[in-house]
């Protein structure tokens, strides 16, 4: 059985290598360095929206936690859409599509969630 930490490397291995093919396959070249550095800060923001947003808490706090963690993820989405068209970056841009691709993700699973019940 591996290790949780390995699992953890090994998925952020895959994501990292997987954004530099579509990077690369749209144009914009990069390394994993510059992969890592963009977009890990922002990664944990999406796995912790995640969580909250999925688990049946009616708890009013973490809908609260919830739809701050929405707004900052948007905020941060369009701001690094907004700075990669300012310095004319296309990793930059890319990086804004994915957060809001996964902000979409995020309140399309919440919505069919609710429409469950």
Known sequence: MEKRETKTHLINEITTTGLQTAAKQLGASASKRQIRKGVSKNLSLVDQLLRIALIKSKDPSKRTQRNMEFI??????????????????????????????????????????????
């Open 72 to 117: 900052s993820l948007g905020v941060i989405a369009a701001h690094s859409f907004y700075r990669g068209l300012k310095k004319k970056k296309r990793l930059l841009i890319f990086e804004g599509v994915f957060l809001t691709a996964a902000l979409g993700g995020v309140l399309l699973a919440t919505q069919l969630k609710v429409a469950k019940r």
